[in-house]
């Protein structure tokens, strides 16, 4: 009895441990079973924006932009309720410095990711494979199109230094489509928060065991 009491201490001290650290850094959804939110506020661009279930980085949905002429995006440069500071050092809920996104692209030579801020509205901009548009300044995240899902994590200050984020940009720019998947703003440099609410819940499951 005593050995199992002690096993049980030891690991309600872990769980405690680690829900510590999947709540010492808030993170905002952007993008992540929540894509006809997003097509709703995406009221700019001559893109096709639709919600993919067939083809998405994971979970259920994803986002589809649909390239049929024009400048193949949709956007919107103030999205209702985004005041986001990216700054050095998050310490409030509102604050962070780093966005993780997932995307693909079918066919063409570039996909690119904006966001919108003050200052530089448009000036914050991400690419894989060539920068289509030759919108700039942007920051080319990968020499080739990404053909399969990659998943890019990007230190926002370092990037851009402090800003406001107030819209974005999905921006397939040629080829047939692009798609996005997994976009979250985060204050610390990994998504700690998702890693380790999957972590509790396998230890829990293994107390529930014992």
Known sequence: ???????????????????????????????????D?????????????????????????ALK???????????????????????????????????????RKDGGEGIQLQLHGNPDTWGHRYHGGANVRNWNPSIQVSKKIPAKWEVHTRDLFKDWKKFQLTGIAFSASDGKAGYWDHVYLHQGESLVSVDSKGKITAIWADLKRH
């Open 37 to 61: 939110d997003v097509i709703k506020y995406l009221t700019n661009g001559q893109g096709k924006p639709a919600k993919s279930t067939n083809d998405k980085f994971k979970g259920n949905e």
């Open 65 to 103: 932009i649909g390239v049929e002429g024009g400048d193949s995006q949709n956007f919107n440069p103030n999205v209702p309720d985004w005041k986001f500071e990216i700054v050095e050092k998050p310490s409030t809920s509102n604050e962070f410095r780093y966005v993780t996104f997932a995307w």
């Open 1 to 35: 009895m005593k050995y199992r009491l002690c096993f049980l201490s030891s690991s309600m001290f872990l769980l405690m441990l680690l829900s510590c650290i999947a709540f010492s850094s808030d993170v905002v959804t952007i993008l992540d079973e929540n894509v």
